[in-house]
C-alpha cells in the first residue's frame, strides 16, 4: 500500500517560470491538505481539498498560487510566475475522512527557484 | 485561536543522556489532536505520535515516551538514552475537529546529539 507520493522531489525553476507540483495520496484517501516550509521554519497550512472542491484555502497566498484536486489524478498545486521567495519545500499530507485525522505526509517537493 | 508554542529552538546533548523537548499548545476546542514529527536531515517527515483530547495517559515507545497534561496545555516529549540518530528537528503539531483536522506545526526544536 503506497504512501502518499509527491512529485517531483526536487523542482528547479527560473524566476517568472510555473511551478507544478503534485500530490498522489493514499489509496482511498479523498482529502488533501498542503503545506509550507520555508528554510529554518516549521509548516504552514496552505489548503485543504477534497474531490473536486477547494474547503479551505485561507492559508494560500492570495495572488499566483492556485490548487485543485480532480475526480482523477493528483492533487496539484501551481505557483505562477514563481520568485525568489517561493523557494520552499511544499509537503502533501492526505487523510480518509474529516474526523480521522491520521494525515499521512508525503516526502515533500523542495523548490529551488533561481 | 490555536497556536502551538515550542520555546527551545535548539538543545545540544552528549549521546546517552535523556533529553525532553516541551510542547505547549493553545485551543478553544474541546475535541483536538496533538502530534509530534521529526524531520531529519533528509527532510522527509516521519509521524511519532497522535493522541486525542480525551485521552491524558502517557505513552512509551521504545526510549521515546510522551507526557500530556491538559491542565498545563503541555504535551513534551522524551527521549531516553539518546543517540546519534535521534538529531533532528522534532515539531509539535495540533488540529482541532471544528477547523476540518488542518495541522498547525510549532516552529520546531533542532536536536543535535553528540557523541
Known amino acids: 500500500n503506497a504512501g502518499v507520493m509527491q512529485n517531483p522531489r526536487h523542482l528547479v525553476r ?44 485561507s492559508g494560500m497566498p492570495k495572488e499566483r498560487f492556485s490548487a ?15 520568485v525568489r521567495g517561493d523557494s520552499a519545500a511544499y509537503f502533501c499530507a492526505s487523510s480518509p475522512r474529516v474526523g480521522n485525522t491520521e494525515a499521512f505526509f508525503g516526502q515533500g517537493t523542495r523548490l529551488t527557484v533561481v | ?32 489532536y496533538l502530534f509530534w514529527y521529526k524531520q531529519p536531515p533528509s527532510g522527509e517527515l516521519v509521524f511519532l505520535i497522535r493522541r486525542n483530547s480525551f485521552d491524558e495517559q502517557n505513552e512509551i515507545s521504545g526510549r521515546y515516551s510522551w507526557n500530556f497534561q491538559k491542565s498545563t496545555s503541555s504535551f513534551n516529549f522524551t527521549i531516553t538514552a539518546s543517540q546519534v540518530v535521534d538529531s533532528a528537528v522534532y515539531f509539535c503539531a495540533l488540529s482541532e475537529r471544528a477547523r476540518d483536522d488542518k495541522i498547525i506545526f510549532g516552529k520546531g526544536t533542532r536536536l543535535h546529539i553528540l557523541p
Open chain 1, 14 to 57: 527560473r524566476r517568472g517560470q510555473e511551478a507544478r507540483l503534485r500530490c498522489s495520496p493514499m489509496k482511498g484517501h479523498s482529502h488533501v491538505y498542503w503545506y509550507r516550509q520555508l528554510p529554518e521554519e516549521g509548516l504552514k497550512f496552505m489548503v485543504y481539498l477534497q474531490k473536486e472542491n477547494i474547503i479551505d484555502e
Open chain 1, 68 to 82: 485543485e484536486f480532480p475526480k482523477e489524478g493528483p492533487s496539484i498545486l501551481r505557483i505562477q510566475q514563481v
Open chain 2, 1 to 32: 485561536a490555536q497556536k502551538v508554542t515550542q520555546a527551545q529552538t535548539e538543545i545540544s546533548v552528549v549521546e546517552k543522556e535523556d533529553v525532553t523537548l516541551d510542547c505547549v499548545y493553545e485551543t478553544r476546542d474541546t475535541t483536538y
